[in-house]
Nanobody, 125 residues
Framework: QVQLVESGGGLVQHGGSLRLSCAAS????????MGWFRQAPGKEREFVAA????????YYADSVKGRFTISRDNAKNTVYLQMNSLKSEDTAVYYC??????????????????WGQGTQVTVSS
């Protein structure tokens, strides 16, 4: 089992920044690729960003590319999502997730083995 706890969400103005953190405990954190997903009201959960178990590779949804940065610190068992130039359409509950599946699968929710409880991000216009 891997337990994931997100933090860092909140209310921010359009154009502002937030940094989300996701602390992991349980099984070896560095065994897992990590991802961030988000879900807005009335919409399906969607992929935001992912990072390889070693941190050497990252991948982003087109909607956040150039604005968001995913990173991880395996010594601290933590993954981060730095969000800049936030827009109203970024408003959602953000979830971190851990995957033992092949890297090519990490954009899919079904590839994730463990999920956090989510943290709310609200961007005001």
């Amino acid at each position: 089992q891997v337990q994931l706890v997100e933090s860092g969400g909140g209310l921010v103005q359009h154009g502002g920044s937030l940094r989300l953190s996701c602390a992991a405990s349980g099984r070896t954190f560095s065994n897992y690729h990590m991802g961030w997903f988000r879900q807005a009201p009335g919409k399906e959960r969607e992929f935001v960003a992912a990072i390889y178990w070693s941190g050497q590779t990252t991948y982003y949804a087109d909607s956040v590319k150039g604005r968001f940065t995913i990173s991880r610190d395996n010594a601290k068992n933590t993954v981060y999502l730095q969000m800049n130039s936030l827009k109203s359409e970024d408003t959602a509950v953000y979830y971190c997730a851990a995957s033992s599946s092949a890297w090519i699968m990490v954009i899919t929710t079904k590839s994730m083995d463990y999920w956090g409880q989510g943290t709310q991000v609200t961007v005001s216009s």
